[in-house]
DNA sequence: CTGTTAGCGCCTTCAG
DNA sequence: CTGAAGGCGCTAACAG
């Protein structure tokens, strides 16, 4: 054959079909910040899966704002990208419409979600983490629980913020004033917020940190004051980091799989890029893994 | 202006106008595996510092292996990317040039790079890292320094490995068989070459890690086997991760900017794309931070 | 200096 | 069933 002989060499240009077709086999993905564990995570997953269905991925950082968010959707637009994996960081209803619906490109949300928007989301079982993290504390005895709660701009942090209140209440317990500190989600921002929490007249004798940073910026606190945990204080952490077993002391923390989230937003959105409009929201598992910061022994 | 007033809505095709002009403005981004915090955060500074620069970033994973790179560049080069950043797994020089040098793109290395292909290359200064490293442990009074080398695929694993040979003839001392340890860049590998090492008939005083997830790896074999550190035994990293100071014991280490190594290969890629062909190397620099783990009392 | 025209490389339609 | 032609939206070259 000619034809095949030929085409060892020969590669169509995906600009000129892309062109005709209004077809690009790329796919927007957009987060606050690629370089954080999880985002990084959810990003290879979703790459991974991309890549099998014959998607490319265009990467942009919306740098924590909702103005990044929307140029940043803007220009994967002008793209032509054929769908979007995004991770809001809160922008409205509204504002969405008008730049992506107006397109209707299709939309998965991941982590932190526009309710009800776009062709669906996915999200990490914030409700029952804390309630394995809350749960757990009771059961050693904890009734003054405090939680660093991050930001309350994703919906991942308040969904973990009322998944508190409601164990609190579930348990009968009472949540006192200042108990509850919302916060960035970074290291700094975790060590200055347990030191207020140490401040205060009554001081918790447990923390739930909502993410791994606030944990390990709450251990910072605690070391530099020179408590001594899990005896002075527990600690519990919504995110279970790969060093969590060598910290001291080891943290007991809820599990995930981060690129699951990844690689199942970009499941659906496949199939919506392919089916159509068959809006689906998902949610990934966790687990509970106990070690010492929360008081019991290690395996 | 009746333009002015359609230009609010009017987006031109990006399409149409790359197909025009064979210009995407849009460069490929590959590494082995995104989900690393060093790749992580060197993709974030890439992509700030092309977005500034009007460039958009296509991301490939390349899996560690070839085969995967091969891919990956030539899926780039379908989609007519203007530049190529590259941490390569090992490509050889000519299967480099058959891929990419035939339409002559411009490519960085970074991290781990190619020797003298493409449009030039940023690297960690990988041996400054180890001499200050090994000489540390020197000054602690070390003589039986053993190395945990990564893998010899990338050149920084080499790097490293031929930095540490040659800092330890420096110090007139010798590298007893079995003491160096090539592996992969992973925690489990860290874990079972620091048994390996600590089974050995003369065993080390002192280990250096060439990479954080090594380093943490070690650790946990080092707490398994009920050793203290670091009077049993020292452990110094070449990568100083984020929770390093919360480490028991709290660990010493190189630090580097990883954001940087991205930005700056960018910028060295923009500069290629726009006014041709100027080689360069750029070297990203290091410096010790001294913690627990080598000897050291807490700052 | 402004307005028109001819492709960029492909896919899809229509004619043969 | 095979083959030629038009156009996707843009820009560069050219004519007025």
Redesign the interface.
Known sequence: MLEAAEALKF?P????R??RTRT?F?VG?VVP?????F???A??GA??AL?ESGY??????SGQEVAGEVTAL??L????VDGLLLSTTGISASRFDETVGRRGTPCVFFDSMLEGAGAGGVRIDNARGIDLLVDHLVEHGHTEIALLAGSLEETSGRERLDAYHLAMERHGLTVGPDRVRVCRWS?EAGRAETNALLGLANRPTAIVASSAELA?GC??AC?ERGLHLPGDLAVVSFDD???G????PSLTAVAYDA?AVGSVAASLLVEAMREGHTRRELSIPVNLVRRRSCGCEDA
């Open positions: 590669q240009s995906v600009l000129a892309s062109l690009t790329t993905f910040d690629v370089a954080s564990p985002y990084a995570a990003l290879k790459q991974g890549e490319r991925v265009m990467l942009m950082n803007q220009t637009l002008n793209h032509q290291q390990v251990l910072a070391r980091p790969y060093f077993a060598l910290l001291e690129g």
